[in-house]
């Protein structure tokens, strides 16, 4: 049975480097190693997605909703007009594996609609059987980043209305308006969600179990990355009464 991890907000950066020498790690997977080294080179997000199957359509699907998510978070970054940058994300939200949901739009008059869709299929995400519903318990509550493009009026009742249904564990945001060729155009709220996947998932998704040497490996660099970025002068702070619970099959 994989250990527990903590994985939590990284909070206040402050420069800090573990000195403690990594074990070998011993996988036989070689895109193993292209992941940890990946995620060693930018310290960034993993966000894992998948197609439904090997058809043209299923491919297809997944690189389109790619490529939206794509176009909106550098339109997002040039413009940002509510939240944090997405690089700077990670000081709020942290380090566990994350999915995309898919882009869905949203205007103001059609929140008991867009909750209504919530309650009866979820918010389906981009790897294929997981779709995310609103917590049974405080264990179940995940951490999420809602990316938005559009009013902003409509922007803060999409947000009302997320986070209102879901309670996040750990929240941000990152929205932006229209650009000046858009301003005129009446268009809908686009928007799409960067979900928090438990160790279950997260093993789905990559296609090994949740015991291999594979998984282990690139949660212990996420590990290392969370631990890095809080340094030692924030841990007791974090492992305070208001740190959220370790959540269901969290690390």
């Given amino acids: 049975m994989s250990r527990k991890r903590e994985f939590s907000s990284a909070g206040n950066r402050i420069p800090w480097e573990s000195k ?7 996988y036989s997977q070689p895109w193993t190693e292209a992941v940890v080294k990946a995620l060693k080179q930018g310290n960034g997000f993993l966000v894992l997605v998948d197609s439904a ?12 909703q790619l490529a939206h998510i794509a ?5 997002i970054n040039n413009l940002l007009s509510s939240g944090k940058e997405i690089g700077a994300l990670k000081d709020t939200v942290g380090y ?18 867009l909750v209504q869709a ?6 389906r995400t981009l790897v294929p059987d997981i779709s995310i519903y609103p917590p049974n318990s405080e264990d179940e509550r995940r951490e999420a980043v809602l990316y938005g ?15 209102t249904y879901f309670h996040p564990a750990k929240f941000a945001r990152c929205f932006s308006e229209p650009t000046v060729e858009e301003a005129g155009i009446g268009r809908d709220v686009r928007f799409f969600v960067q979900w928090e996947l438990f160790e279950d998932e997260a093993a789905h998704a990559l296609g090994v179990p949740q015991d291999s040497p594979e998984f282990d490996a690139i949660l212990d660099q996420l590990e290392c990355q969370f631990k890095s970025a809080l340094g ?10 208001s740190v959220v619970g370790k959540g269901r099959l969290r690390w």
């Fill in 20 to 26: 403690a020498k990594a074990n070998e790690q011993k």
């Fill in 71 to 75: 176009v909106m978070q550098s339109q």
């Fill in 149 to 163: 493009i559009g009013d902003s009026n409509d922007l803060s009742s999409l947000e009302l209305a997320f986070l």
């Fill in 96 to 113: 566990p594996p994350y999915t995309f949901s898919e882009v869905n739009s949203f205007y103001r008059g059609a929140v008991v609609s």
């Fill in 232 to 241: 030692p002068a924030k841990k007791l702070r974090a492992e305070g009464p």
């Fill in 53 to 64: 199957s090997n058809a043209e359509s299923d491919r297809r699907y997944l690189d389109d």
């Fill in 118 to 123: 919530w309650a009866e299929d979820g918010m």
